[in-house]
């Protein structure tokens, strides 16, 4: 699963009929220093997410293993608003504050290795 953060709705009148229903919302990932990433992307949502909530994303065919989106062409599903994130110790957001904490607190340093 990711962190997201809705940044609008979609509009489709005309798509597959196993799409009628579905609230399709424009997300944009976040990364662990609370920061958003410059890429978006639509994902379905049955639990009532709304703009500028942080959500947990699904993807690929685990966004389709749902009971009631399996047979729905969906790459991306919102799974749950999310309350609060911690990272280290540290309140990075709080769905209570209605915005994202900030402090003085140092980076967190990426633990991938550079290719």
Do not use: C, H
């Not at 909530?53 to 699904?58: F, G, I, Q």
């Not at 599903?77 to 280290?88: K, L």
Request: aromatic fraction near 6%; avoid cysteine.
């Amino acid at each position: 699963m990711q962190i997201a953060k809705v940044r609008g709705t979609v509009v489709s009148t005309q798509k597959v009929s196993s799409l009628t229903g579905v609230k399709l919302l424009l997300i944009q990932f976040i990364d662990s220093q609370g920061e958003p990433l410059p890429k978006y992307e639509v994902a379905g949502d049955t639990v009532g997410a709304g703009v500028d909530e942080w959500v947990l994303v699904t993807r690929g065919g685990a966004a389709r293993i749902e009971t009631t989106s399996e047979n729905r062409p969906l790459d991306a599903m919102i799974v749950g608003i999310i309350d609060t994130v911690t990272v280290d110790n540290y309140l990075l957001y709080s769905k209570k504050d209605e915005y994202r904490v900030r402090s003085s607190r140092p980076k967190i340093e990426s633990r991938k290795s550079d290719y």
